[in-house]
């Protein structure tokens, strides 16, 4: 995971089984997500992230919120993000 409060990072895979390395930034008061191909120095800004890497950076969230090192809002934020995923 990243080392600030406003960036999370995490290592996964495209549907084609690609490793990707994922960014979740928080800037300003909107959590983003971007990724590149493992190896790349080019990120890929405008992604549309699946259900699942939304998921990854609740459950990374909920887990910094416990050590206080996240927020109640940020929790919030992409909970909405994931409903509004799983009901279109």
């Not at 206080?68 to 009901?87: F, M, T």
């Amino acid at each position: 995971m990243g080392s600030t409060r406003s960036q999370i990072n995490w290592i996964s895979h495209l549907e084609d089984g690609s490793k990707i390395e994922v960014r979740a930034n928080k800037f300003p008061k909107r959590w983003t997500l971007k990724y590149r191909l493992k190896g790349d120095l080019d990120w890929t800004y405008d992604w549309e992230a699946p259900l699942s890497e939304w998921e990854t950076l609740l459950d990374a969230l909920e887990r910094r919120y416990q050590r206080r090192h996240a927020s109640i809002e940020d929790l919030k934020e992409v909970r909405a993000v994931i409903s509004r995923l799983k009901n279109p």
